[in-house]
C-alpha cells in the first residue's frame, strides 16, 4: 500500500534558518537518501516588516523587458539511450497517434470555456473526453449536462472522418471515492459494470474507453493491481465477443513514477495484451509542495546533470524507457506533453533556477495550474525574463517573485521529435482546453474566433510533416 506521502520528507529546517547555503535531505520511504545542494539560497523573508527583501529585488541584475536566454547544458545523459535501445521498434512504419485531451466546458472556466466546434480536430488522431464515473455499477456522466455535449463532441467526426473519440472514466471522481473500487473488487460487480459501460458508449457513439484509476494500490490493498488486470483483461474478452471484434478502444492513462509504477502495475506484458495503448502521464514531476518547495519543470524530457539517484527518474525519457523495458511495446506507449505550466513564487527573487527554493505557489493561474493563454498574458509583462532549457526541453519565465515552468512550440517540437525518433507510439496532449487563445493573447478579443492550438499544432508538424 502507498501512504499519501511515499515520495520524499524534506528536513525543513532551512525555514528557520537563514544559511547562506543550504542544504536538503531529500528521504525517501526507502530510507536512501538524497542531497541536493542549493547554491546562494540566500532566504527572501516573506514578511512585508523587511525592506531588505525589497532591496534585494532591485538589486537584481535589471533585465530589459523580454529577455530570452537560452540554457544548454553540457550533461552526461545520452538522448540517443532510447534511440539506440528501441531501433527495432523505431523502424517500424506506423502512423503515430496525437490524443488530444478535452474536458468538457463548465461556465467558470478560466479565462473561459472551450466549446466542442472550436476545436480543431484535424490535427487530433483521438479525442480523448473528460471524464465520466462509476455510479451503482452504472458509466455515469460526471454532470448531466455532459450527454448534451457527448452528441456535439461526436459530430466532430464530419471534420475528421478518421477521429476516435473515447471517454475517459475516472476513479476520483466519484462521489465516495469508492464506487470504482468497489465495482472493480468482485467479477461480478465487474460484469455488471461492463455491460453497462459497453451499452453507454455505444448509445453516444463513443468510439472506446480511457480507464484512469489513480492508482490500484493507492491507499488500497496490493491485490487491487491483480484486480486491474482482471478487470481489463474481462473488458477485452467482452469488447471482443459483444461488439462485433475488435473496434473498441481500450486504454488505460498510467503514471510514470518509479515508486507508482513498481507497486501499481505488476505485470506489464498482461497490460499489454488487453489496452490498445497506455497513455502516459509524464507530466507533474514537479510543482510547489510544501514538503518539497523547490522549482522545477513540469514535464522535463532529460534528466539534468545535477539530478542523482530517485531524482534521476523523474524526466520524460526515463517514464517511457521504464515502461518499455518493462514489456510495454513502445508502439503502445502515448507519451504525455503538458500544455500548461505550474507557478511558483520565489523565495528569493535573485535566485529562479531549477531547484531554487519556493516560497508558496505562484499567482498565476489556479492553485499553480496555468493555462497557455495565462502564460502567454505573463510573458507579454515588461521585464519578464524567459529561459529555454534544451535538456528539460521546458521553459520557464521570471518576473518579480513569480516563477513559471512551461511549455511552447519549441519545447513540445523538441519532445515529439524524440517521442518519434524514439519509436513510441505518439502523443497525449493534455489537454486541448488549455492550448487556446494564442491570439487572443496578443490582440485581446473574448468573442471572436481566436483558437489557435499552438502547442497541438507544433506537435502535428513534428509527427506528420
Ligand atoms: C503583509 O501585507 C498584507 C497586504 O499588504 C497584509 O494583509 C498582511 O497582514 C501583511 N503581513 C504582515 C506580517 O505584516
Ligand atoms: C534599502 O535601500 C534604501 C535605498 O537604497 C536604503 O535607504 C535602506 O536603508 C535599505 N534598507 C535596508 C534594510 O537595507
Ligand atoms: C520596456 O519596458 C519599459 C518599462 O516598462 C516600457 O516603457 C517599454 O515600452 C518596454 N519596451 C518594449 C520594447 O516593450
Ligand atoms: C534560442 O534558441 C532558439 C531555437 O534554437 C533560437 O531561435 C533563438 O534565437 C535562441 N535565442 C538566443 C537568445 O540565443
Ligand atoms: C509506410 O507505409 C506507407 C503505407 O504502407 C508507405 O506509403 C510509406 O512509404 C511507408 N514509409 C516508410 C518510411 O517505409
Ligand atoms: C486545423 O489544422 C489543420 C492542420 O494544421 C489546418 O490545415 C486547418 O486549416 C485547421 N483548421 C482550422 C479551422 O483552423
Ligand atoms: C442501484 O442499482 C440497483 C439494481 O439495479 C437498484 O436496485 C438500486 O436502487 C440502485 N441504487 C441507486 C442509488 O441508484
Ligand atoms: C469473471 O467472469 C467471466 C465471465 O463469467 C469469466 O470469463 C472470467 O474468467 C472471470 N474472471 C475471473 C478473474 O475469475
Ligand atoms: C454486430 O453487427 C451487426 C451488423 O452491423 C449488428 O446487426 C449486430 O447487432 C451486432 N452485434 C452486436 C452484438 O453488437
Ligand atoms: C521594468 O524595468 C525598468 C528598468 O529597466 C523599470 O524602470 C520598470 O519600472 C520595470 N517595470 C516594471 C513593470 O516592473
Ligand atoms: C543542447 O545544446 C548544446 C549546445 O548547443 C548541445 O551540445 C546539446 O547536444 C544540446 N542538448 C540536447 C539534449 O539537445
Ligand atoms: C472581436 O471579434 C469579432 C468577431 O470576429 C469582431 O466582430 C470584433 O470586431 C472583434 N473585436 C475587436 C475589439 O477586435
Known amino acids: 500500500m502507498l501512504p499519501r506521502h511515499f515520495f520524499i520528507v524534506i528536513s525543513l529546517s532551512f525555514l528557520v534558518q537563514s544559511l547562506p ?30 525592506s531588505e527583501a525589497e532591496n534585494l529585488t532591485t538589486s537584481k541584475p535589471v533585465t530589459d523587458n523580454l529577455s530570452v536566454v537560452n540554457i544548454t547544458e553540457h550533461n552526461d545523459h545520452d538522448p540517443t539511450v532510447s534511440a539506440t535501445s528501441l531501433s527495432l521498434e523505431a523502424g517500424k512504419n506506423f ?149 462485433n471484434g475488435s473496434s473498441m478502444l481500450l486504454t488505460a492513462a498510467v503514471s510514470a513514477r518509479k515508486e507508482i509504477i513498481d507497486i501499481a502495475y505488476h505485470d506489464i506484458p498482461a497490460l499489454a495484451r488487453y489496452l490498445d495503448y497506455i497513455s502516459l502521464m509524464s507530466y507533474d514531476y514537479h510543482k510547489f509542495a510544501w514538503d518539497t518547495p523547490l522549482l522545477g519543470p513540469n514535464s522535463p524530457l ?55 527554493l519556493a516560497k508558496g505557489l505562484g499567482v498565476t493561474g489556479d492553485k499553480g495550474y496555468v493555462t497557455f493563454p495565462e502564460i502567454c498574458e505573463f510573458l507579454m509583462r515588461p521585464n519578464v525574463t524567459k529561459v529555454y532549457n534544451n535538456v528539460t526541453a521546458e521553459l520557464y519565465a521570471y518576473e518579480g517573485a513569480e516563477w513559471i515552468s512551461f511549455e511552447n512550440e519549441q519545447s513540445s517540437k523538441a519532445k515529439a521529435s524524440w517521442i518519434l525518433r524514439s519509436g513510441f507510439g505518439g502523443v497525449a496532449l493534455k489537454d486541448l482546453n488549455s492550448d487556446d487563445a494564442y491570439r487572443q493573447c496578443t490582440k485581446p478579443n473574448r468573442t471572436g474566433p481566436h483558437i489557435s492550438f499552438p502547442i497541438a499544432r507544433a506537435i502535428y508538424e513534428s509527427l506528420y510533416s
Open 302 to 356: 532529460f534528466h539534468m546533470k545535477n539530478e542523482i539517484a530517485m531524482l534521476r527518474t523523474l524526466n520524460v525519457q526515463w517514464s517511457a524507457n521504464y515502461w518499455y523495458q518493462n514489456g510495454m511495446p513502445a508502439s503502445k506507449i502515448i507519451v504525455g506533453i503538458p500544455s500548461y505550466g505550474r507557478s511558483y513564487t520565489l523565495m528569493n527573487r535573485k535566485n529562479h533556477d531549477y531547484y531554487d
Open 21 to 50: 547555503k543550504v542544504h536538503l535531505t531529500l528521504v525517501n520511504r526507502k530510507h536512501s537518501f538524497y542531497v541536493v545542494n542549493l547554491q546562494d539560497a540566500s532566504i527572501e523573508s516573506s514578511d512585508n516588516s523587511s
Open 95 to 243: 502512423t503515430r497517434s496525437l490524443m488530444c485531451y478535452y474536458n468538457i466546458p463548465r461556465l467558470n472556466d478560466r479565462p473561459y470555456a472551450v466549446f466542442p466546434e472550436a476545436l480543431n480536430v484535424s490535427l487530433c488522431t483521438h479525442l480523448v473526453v473528460c471524464c465520466a464515473k462509476v455510479v451503482n455499477l452504472t458509466l455515469q456522466p460526471n454532470d448531466l449536462n455532459d450527454i448534451q455535449f457527448y452528441s456535439r463532441i461526436v459530430r466532430l467526426k464530419q471534420v475528421n472522418p478518421k477521429l476516435k473519440i473515447l471517454l475517459s472514466l475516472e476513479s476520483i471522481n466519484d462521489d465516495t471515492g469508492q464506487s470504482f473500487v468497489q465495482m472493480i473488487s468482485t467479477n461480478s460487480t465487474r460484469q455488471r459494470f461492463l455491460q453497462s459501460a459497453i451499452n453507454t458508449l455505444n448509445q453516444h457513439g463513443f468510439d472506446g474507453i480511457e480507464v484512469s484509476w489513480r492508482f490500484p494500490c493507492f491507499e488500497g490493498p496490493i491485490e487491487q493491481r491483480q484486480l486491474f488486470v482482471d478487470f481489463l483483461h474481462e473488458f477485452r474478452d467482452y469488447i471482443n465477443s459483444n461488439h
